[in-house]
């Protein structure tokens, strides 16, 4: 059983940066792929940003690419997710995943474990 705890949400100013943080304990950590997903009120969770278990390999949605970035540090279990110029429409609670055998990273229902997720509010 993995647990998963995000940190590093709150209120920013559009334009302005927040760095999120999701710690896993209770497995090991590299076995896993991780992904970001955001829900804003009213509208279904959606995919954010996913990373494979080792090298190079990270999936952004169109809406922050070139925005956000992806990264893990597997020797501290931990994965962050960068966020840059941020928008109003970037606000929602952000969840981390992870996932054992993830065929379509952007889906929620490929993912086997959530964290409970933190708020991010973009104001104009």
């Known amino acids: 059983q993995v647990q998963l705890v995000e940190s590093g949400g709150g209120l920013v100013q559009a334009g302005g940066s927040l760095r999120l943080s999701c710690a896993a304990s209770?497995?090991?950590?590299?076995?896993?792929?991780m992904g970001w997903f955001r829900q804003a009120p009213g509208k279904e969770r959606e995919f954010v940003a996913a990373i494979l278990r080792f090298g190079p390999g990270t999936y952004y949605a169109d809406s922050v690419k070139g925005r956000f970035t992806i990264s893990r540090d597997n020797a501290k279990n931990t994965m962050y997710l960068q966020m840059n110029s941020l928008k109003p429409d970037d606000t929602a609670v952000y969840y981390c995943?992870?996932?054992?055998?993830?065929?379509?990273?952007?889906?929620?229902?490929?993912?086997?474990?959530w964290g409970q997720g933190t708020q991010v509010t973009v104001s104009s």
């Open positions: 209770g497995g090991t950590f590299s076995d896993y792929t």
């Open positions: 995943a992870a996932g054992l055998r993830i065929a379509l990273r952007a889906k929620a229902s490929e993912y086997d474990y």
